[in-house]
Structures are given as structure tokens and as C-alpha cells.
């Protein structure tokens, strides 16, 4: 048996002694977006509603991620390409100020849509698995399928402003917010969605990558089997290792001792630069 090249990247291409085929997913597509939404309503529950009622002052907290939800659908006139229509749903938390006492949370949600056009790749093949079931109450009711896969990645958004509005102000907003039952059970309470209450809105700073993956067929190298250099260890040596040891492999923290100036802007995740 000849030596396991450690670093595949770097082998000789005449070690490598056969290929082998694989099913895996193409990227056929991709996008990225930083979207800037707007005055997004915040739907408070019961609880919340009631507070935000008789509050002075509010002030949001913090924005999670709940849930995305991601339909893709063939573009009319141009077969190669598709639809992604993305809805996120945001639970929003947030404080408020009655009276003298102290501030009281809120909590809510938000939903933002949004859509993609990528090109998928056109396929006329009707791909079947064992995994497929017709009729069953599981989802997986669909025999064939021809489209690519939408992949979302996203962050948790960053919170940029607030604003409360009183019922008279957007007496003429229809609401067409439709909330799946699964999203509705996330929170402990129901949520406030009809009648005249005060609103609570939000402008959040959304970042996402978008892509459409189809399934293939590739043929890769292949070296010899990727045998752990790593040796298992069920002794006691294994954690009475030197602490001195261990600290000095430590690399020292200078960019925490160094200062940083007030003007110092975040990235989106939260580190400054």
C-alpha cells in the first residue's frame, strides 16, 4: 500500500488510482442581499397589546429568526429560471415604559417577504426515491419532481429603529398577514392582529444568501481511505495534561488589550472591527 497523502489538495494526480461516482447537489445560482425593511408591524400578543396601550415609551430589544419559509416556482416565459418567494418571521422583543415602574416586555412578530428570480437549470427528468409517498398526510405527495432546491441562509436580523403608532394613524392598512399555526404556537399567548390598537413598528437590517441547487451526477479522483491520524485515548493521561502545558499553547489576546475608539463600527456579527 503506497503512503496516505495527509493533504488531498496537494497530491500528486498520479497517485491517484481510480475515481468513483457520487450524487450530490450543484449550485446552479446564487445571490446575496442586504435588505433595509421598513416599518414593519409587530403583532404583540394579548399581554403585550395591553401594555404597549398605556405605555409612554418603547424601546426594542432585539429580533430573532424564527422561521423561513421558501416556495419556488418555474418562471412563465423563461423555463430555465425560477421564483423563490422567502417569508421570514421575526419574534421581536421589546420594552416599554409605564409609569414610574419599571420597563415591562413586550413580544411579538414580524413578517418579511420577499423574492428571487435565479436560473435553476432546465431537467426533464422525473426523479423517484424510496422516500416518495403518494396520498400520505406527511407532505411528501408529489411523485416526481423537476425543480431545483432553494437553499436560504440568513442571519438574525439587526434592529435599526422603532416607532409606535396610534389606530387613527393607520386606520387604512389592510392586514393580509397570514400566520402559519406553527409559528402561531411559538408564542405563549395569541397574537393581536384585528381592532384598533396601538402599533408597533420596526425597521430591521436583513442580510441572506439565495441559492438553487439541482441534483447530480459527478465522477471524482479517489486516494486511499482517509485513515485519522488522531489516536483514541479512554486513559486517565488523557485529561491530567499539564495546565501549564496547555496555557502556553494559548496564543496571547492582544486585541483585547488594545483600545478601541468610540467611533468603532459592528459587523453583523456583533465582533467590531
Known amino acids: 500500500m503506497s503512503e496516505q497523502c495527509s493533504d488531498i ?19 446552479t445560482d446564487a445571490c446575496r442581499d442586504k435588505d433595509c425593511v421598513e416599518d414593519l408591524r409587530v403583532y404583540l400578543t394579548c399581554s403585550s397589546q395591553q ?28 423555463r430555465n429560471h425560477y421564483c423563490i418567494d422567502i417569508t421570514f418571521y421575526y419574534r421581536i422583543v421589546a420594552d416599554a415604559v409605564v409609569g414610574t415602574c419599571r420597563p415591562a416586555a413586550l413580544c411579538g ?19 423517484f426515491t424510496s422516500d416518495t409517498r403518494i396520498g400520505e398526510a406527511d407532505g411528501c405527495t408529489i411523485p416526481s419532481a423537476n425543480r431545483p432546491t432553494a ?19 393607520g386606520s387604512g392598512e389592510a392586514v393580509t398577514v397570514q400566520i402559519p399555526a406553527g409559528i402561531r404556537g411559538m408564542f405563549d399567548e395569541e397574537l393581536t392582529i384585528p381592532g384598533d390598537h ?12 439565495v441559492r438553487l441547487e439541482r441534483d447530480v451526477q ?39 488589550f488594545t483600545p478601541t475608539g468610540c467611533d468603532r463600527k459592528k459587523d453583523a456579527s456583533g465582533d467590531q472591527e
Open 218 to 256: 459527478l465522477v471524482v479522483p479517489m486516494v486511499e481511505y482517509a485513515i485519522p491520524e488522531k489516536e483514541c485515548c479512554d486513559g486517565e493521561s488523557c485529561s491530567t495534561e499539564d495546565p501549564c502545558e496547555m496555557f502556553s499553547r494559548i496564543p496571547f489576546p492582544a486585541r483585547q
Open 51 to 78: 401594555i404597549l396601550d398605556s405605555a409612554a415609551n418603547v424601546r426594542v430589544r432585539s429580533a430573532e429568526l424564527l422561521y423561513t419559509y421558501i416556495d419556488v416556482e418555474p418562471v412563465a416565459f423563461d
Open 198 to 209: 396601538r402599533r408597533l413598528y420596526v425597521t430591521l437590517g436583513q442580510f441572506s444568501i
Open 9 to 27: 489538495l496537494r497530491c500528486n494526480p498520479q497517485d491517484l488510482r481510480q475515481a468513483m461516482s457520487i450524487h450530490t447537489r450543484k449550485i
Open 151 to 169: 437553499v436560504v441562509e440568513v442571519l438574525d436580523p439587526m434592529v435599526l429603529s422603532s416607532k409606535v403608532r396610534e389606530p387613527c394613524e
Open 109 to 127: 412578530l414580524a413578517v418579511f417577504s420577499k423574492r428571487a428570480v435565479l436560473c435553476g437549470e432546465d431537467s426533464r427528468a422525473h426523479i
